[in-house]
T-cell receptor
Framework: DSGVTQTPKHLITATGQRVTLRCSPR?????VYWYQQSLDQGLQFLIH???????AKGNILERFSAQQFPDLHSELNLSSLELGDSALYFC??????????????FGPGTRLTVL | TQLLEQSPQFLSIQEGENLTVYCNSS?????LQWYRQEPGEGPVLLVT?????EVKKLKRLTFQFGDARKDSSLHITAAQPGDTGLYLC???????????FGTGTRLKVLA
């Protein structure tokens, strides 16, 4: 158990819909990262938040947005869903974020299926 | 575009054999991590290397960071079925906050 929690574990929805994925970082971690992993592919970095502020953005679609709240939990919002958005979405947290010695701890992921 | 290329993509070996997985890039990284991922689960960190030329050992696993901090290798000695999984390298390019993950090496160790 990494200490990072993600809800829900599974999500099945239809095209065009909007969903929210939730992540609670490890106690004391200030950074939260979101990744997308499609079938048989590596992890694609989406976005990084540090202490409530966006720190880095990857190849995140305009239909996707995220935020980190004052209690440090984070939400990833996916809207106008398409079949190609079906994937595993992982959240990771680290103490600071961006330091060479920082370690990312991954949550168990949310499996999103768009029908 | 910064890329981390892993090789081989797939590896199927017999128990007891040795293997090496490579992670290469043209970019310089301030650190590089190796993870192992089981199906349907999140990646689990195996090691972080920071210094060029650094070698770290974790039981039967040996990790090396290239002198120029552009590449890394993972060597497993006497592989066991429990080593089966997806191995991912990930790097933090110097001067950025964006972690880049490699394409992954899917290892299967047959008993």
């Amino acid at each position: 158990d990494s200490g990072v929690t993600q809800t829900p574990k599974h999500l099945i929805t239809a095209t065009g819909q909007r969903v929210t994925l939730r992540c609670s970082p490890r106690s004391g971690d200030l950074s939260v990262y979101w990744y997308q992993q499609s079938l048989d592919q590596g992890l694609q970095f989406l976005i990084h938040y540090y202490n409530g502020e966006e720190r880095a953005k990857g190849n995140i679609l305009e239909r996707f947005s995220a935020q980190q709240f004052p209690d440090l939990h984070s939400e990833l919002n996916l809207s106008s869903l398409e079949l190609g958005d079906s994937a595993l979405y992982f959240c990771a947290s680290s103490v600071l974020g961006g330091l060479s010695t920082d370690t990312q701890y991954f949550g168990p992921g949310t499996r999103l299926t768009v029908l | 575009t910064q890329l981390l290329e892993q090789s081989p993509q797939f590896l199927s070996i017999q128990e007891g054999e040795n293997l090496t997985v490579y992670c290469n890039s043209s970019s310089v990284f301030s650190s590089l991590q190796w993870y192992r991922q089981e199906p349907g689960e999140g990646p689990v960190l195996l090691v972080t290397v920071v210094t060029g030329g650094e070698v770290k050992k974790l039981k039967r696993l040996t990790f090396q960071f290239g002198d120029a901090r552009k590449d890394s290798s993972l060597h497993i000695t006497a592989a066991q079925p429990g080593d089966t999984g997806l191995y991912l390298c990930a790097g933090l390019p110097s001067g950025t906050y964006k972690y880049i993950f490699g394409t992954g090496t899917r290892l299967k160790v047959l008993a």
